[in-house]
């Protein structure tokens, strides 16, 4: 254990120094994906505003507007892209001396990846996350969420954390085949924001649906633990989502292992 994390914590240390590097692109994503997320607030209180009930969904007014911003903590943090990275290296034909090397191609890629979390919890994720509490406390004249609600909220964090990289995997596997996939990243992006309860609640959608969802890795990968965060899981139901998620890790990288060894096997290294 402590010879894999002295070979694979330079991946996530070097991650972090990349982005620290490049602080104008990050914070232009920053301003884009805040200024969606007010965009996200307003349009929800203004359907709030309309509605008869003060209630939609399970959640209230005040639920609906942490909600929203959680969600921005969340996926900033836990939906780390390594498909793009992997399809990188095989257009740039680095992935063939990845193979040489004595490491593990899928480790690597996930202690970069867990790298790039820990840069996005600092910056910026623990201070909006500071100011929904502060907000929670001034406007809504609730306390503040308990350490008992932040331990499983992390917890399950980082288990989607775990799921959203391992779906990456399988998915950058495409490059493989295809070699550039960024049309492809663009489809996943818009239709993961949908399942993954980014844009509408899951529970906004029929019984019927909702059970559907379930079933998927989706809805693990950021609705879950924003769920928690709200206290909405709780006792038994809680340890469920948990044990879900842990299953759906399991599932996924048994996937990935697969999927791994079919596409090295055919494959041909050209040159270089």
Same mark, same amino acid.
């Given at each position: 254990?402590?010879?894999?994390?002295?070979?694979?914590?330079?991946?996530?240390? #070097?991650?972090?120094?990349?982005?620290?590097?490049?602080?104008?692109?990050? =914070? $232009?994503?920053?301003? $884009?994906?805040?200024?969606?997320?007010?965009?996200?607030?307003?349009?929800?209180?203004?359907?709030?505003?309309?509605?008869?009930?003060?209630?939609?969904?399970?959640?209230?007014?005040?639920?609906?507007?942490? =909600?929203?911003?959680?969600?921005?903590?969340?996926?900033?943090?836990?939906?780390?892209?390594?498909?793009?990275?992997?399809?990188?290296?095989?257009?740039?034909?680095?992935?063939?001396? #990845?193979? $040489?090397?004595?490491?593990?191609?899928?480790?690597?890629?996930?202690?970069?990846?867990?790298?790039?979390?820990?840069?996005?919890?600092?910056?910026?994720?623990?201070?909006?996350?500071?100011?929904?509490?502060?907000?929670?406390?001034?406007?809504?004249?609730?306390?503040?969420?308990?350490?008992?609600?932040?331990? @499983? /909220?992390?917890? &399950?964090?980082?288990?989607?954390?775990?799921? =959203?990289?391992?779906?990456? @995997?399988?998915?950058?596997? $495409?490059?493989?085949?295809?070699?550039?996939? @960024?049309?492809?990243?663009?489809?996943?992006?818009?239709?993961?924001?949908?399942?993954?309860?980014?844009?509408?609640?899951?529970?906004?959608?029929?019984?019927?649906?909702?059970?559907?969802?379930?079933?998927?890795? @989706?809805?693990?990968? %950021? /609705?879950?633990?924003?769920?928690?965060?709200?206290?909405? =899981?709780?006792?038994?139901?809680?340890?469920?989502?948990?044990?879900?998620?842990?299953?759906?890790?399991?599932?996924?990288?048994?996937?990935? &292992?697969?999927?791994?060894?079919? %596409?090295?096997?055919?494959?041909?290294?050209?040159?270089?």
């Amino acid at each position: 254990m402590t010879k894999k994390l002295r070979v694979y914590l330079p991946f996530a240390q #070097n991650e972090i120094k990349r982005q620290m590097s490049y602080k104008g692109a990050f =914070y $232009i994503f920053i301003f $884009i994906s805040l200024f969606g997320s007010f965009i996200s607030y307003y349009i929800w209180m203004a359907v709030y505003g309309s509605a008869k009930s003060g209630s939609i969904g399970g959640l209230s007014r005040s639920e609906m507007i942490i =909600y929203v911003f959680m969600v921005y903590v969340t996926s900033s943090m836990v939906t780390i892209s390594i498909a793009d990275w992997i399809s990188e290296d095989i257009v740039k034909g680095t992935v063939s001396m #990845n193979l $040489i090397k004595p490491i593990d191609y899928r480790t690597s890629l996930m202690s970069r990846a867990f790298g790039d979390v820990i840069y996005r919890f600092l910056l910026p994720g623990v201070f909006i996350w500071g100011a929904v509490e502060i907000y929670k406390v001034v406007s809504l004249k609730t306390s503040v969420t308990s350490f008992q609600q932040i331990f @499983f /909220y992390l917890l &399950s964090c980082f288990m989607s954390f775990l799921i =959203y990289v391992l779906f990456d @995997f399988c998915f950058g596997m $495409i490059a493989f085949f295809t070699t550039y996939i @960024f049309g492809l990243m663009l489809a996943k992006s818009a239709l993961l924001s949908f399942l993954t309860g980014q844009l509408i609640p899951l529970s906004f959608f029929p019984e019927g649906a909702q059970k559907v969802f379930d079933f998927l890795p @989706f809805s693990s990968m %950021v /609705y879950t633990p924003v769920m928690i965060y709200l206290g909405k =899981y709780q006792g038994n139901q809680l340890i469920l989502v948990l044990l879900r998620q842990l299953f759906w890790v399991i599932v996924l990288y048994g996937i990935g &292992s697969l999927v791994w060894r079919k %596409v090295t096997k055919h494959l041909v290294v050209l040159g270089g």
